[in-house]
């Protein structure tokens, strides 16, 4: 067969905003777009590296699919029919972009740095107001200011993910990760300190590819970003390569991690580090996966653990009852332990307790049906 045949052969042939398309296997449905000249927004994404998914600002609508779609990460296949900027998709756009803000510590307008901040210049094309969704807790945290080289004020991140796949695919550190869960999930160093690492001198690749102002240099919040370094084709497979042995390992991590809870009854730092050194990963990821996972825990427990399921179904079976019962019998919140040690109060996912909900778990005794006096007398048991 022709080389030319072949060539056409291979091609994938989709329709895009009414226009015709072509491309090759294993292109995204953004790839194909952008070689059209077709522009779809991201956030997440960057091209040549690995696609995140995370921040579903890229949405398109395809033809005969249920739900809208990410098209950074979605492969196109042929016969596809997208619109990617149908009046559903604009609407899916400008209400993840609202919420985006919402959780945007601190109002753009007002912002000194707005205009290195790649979310506000998206808003504003979209020409979006101040978001409708109230935040009854804003996200806040000290700003690290500790580091020579980088500076983090993460109250601005809006986890894309992007500062850590550039430490990991361009600088090659992985130095950072994603930790925790909800809406405590954050970018963390090692085992969630403040970031000072000589690494980073030199460098500043985070900061080329935050969209926000959450990563900046000392003294230089309103910067002009430099030119982003170029990911190239090898460094974007090698980086494929890394992710997939990474993942390999997963399963041995968790087994270790596990080994060390149950060891100590929680997961150290130091534990961690030297997880993290055997399995030849980076301290942030052991940390990472075990801040995530709720029956493990990289702080002290009490003697006795006090899980409440915060699921849809308990909450409407009052679960917050027991909540509040146990701020009042023990003095502490969720996350806590008493001053004794004797306690401490969870609050996690699914007990599979709804049909004796509101229910909690006491170590691995599942406690039903309580009221507040039956509460009493269950801790009364542990005491």
């Known amino acids: ?33 952008e070689k059209q000249g077709i522009e779809i927004p991201t956030l997440c994404h960057v091209r040549g590296m690995v696609p995140f998914g995370g921040c579903r600002v890229c949405v398109v609508e395809i033809e005969g699919a249920s739900r809208l ?23 899916a756009r400008r209400t993840i972009l609202e919420l985006l803000i919402a959780g945007h510590t601190g109002p753009c307008v007002n912002d000194t740095g707005a205009k290195s901040c790649e979310l506000h210049l998206m808003a504003a094309n979209m020409g979006l107001g101040p978001p409708r969704f109230p935040v009854h807790t804003p996200r ?56 000072n690492h000589d690494v980073c001198k030199d460098c500043g690749i ?19 970003k430099r030119v982003k370094s170029r990911v190239e084709p090898g460094e974007a497979q090698h980086a494929t390569s890394r992710r997939a042995k990474q993942n390999g390992q997963q399963g041995e991590l968790l087994v270790r991690l596990q080994a060390a809870q149950q060891k100590h009854g929680y997961v150290s730092a130091d534990a ?12 942030s990821q052991a940390y990472s996966t075990a801040s995530f996972y709720s029956f493990l825990s990289v702080r002290p427990l009490g003697r006795h653990v006090i899980r409440v399921c915060r ?46 909900a509101p229910a909690m778990l006491v170590d691995d005794n599942l406690h039903g049906s309580l009221t507040p006096d039956e509460i009493v007398n269950v801790l009364a048991a542990y005491k």
């Open 140 to 195: 806040y945290f000290p700003i690290e200011d500790l580091s020579p080289y980088v500076q983090r004020d993460l109250s601005r991140c809006i986890l894309c993910n992007r500062c850590v796949q550039a430490c990991s695919d361009i600088a090659g550190q992985d130095l950072l990760a994603m930790a925790y869960r909800g809406a405590h999930m954050k970018v963390v160093v090692d085992c969630d300190d403040v970031l």
């Open 311 to 356: 699921s849809l179904p308990c909450c409407l079976k009052d679960s917050e009852m027991i909540v509040g019962s146990l701020r009042r019998e023990l003095g502490i919140a969720p996350g806590e332990m008493t001053a004794d040690g004797r306690f401490s109060l969870e609050l996690t996912n699914c007990i599979g307790a709804c049909d004796v």
């Open 69 to 91: 779609t990410g098209a950074c990460h979605t492969p196109a296949m042929n016969g596809m029919v997208i619109r990617t900027h149908s009046p559903k998709v604009l609407k």
């Open 206 to 224: 985070c900061i080329d590819y935050c969209p926000t102002t959450a990563l900046y240099l000392p003294g230089q919040l309103e910067r002009q």
């Open 272 to 283: 961690i580090g030297e997880i993290a050194a055997e399995l030849e990963i980076s301290v």
């Open 1 to 33: 067969m022709p080389e030319a045949m072949a060539e056409r052969t291979a091609e994938i042939k989709v329709v895009i905003d009414g226009a015709e398309a072509c491309g090759s296997p294993g292109m995204t449905i953004l790839e194909v777009a």
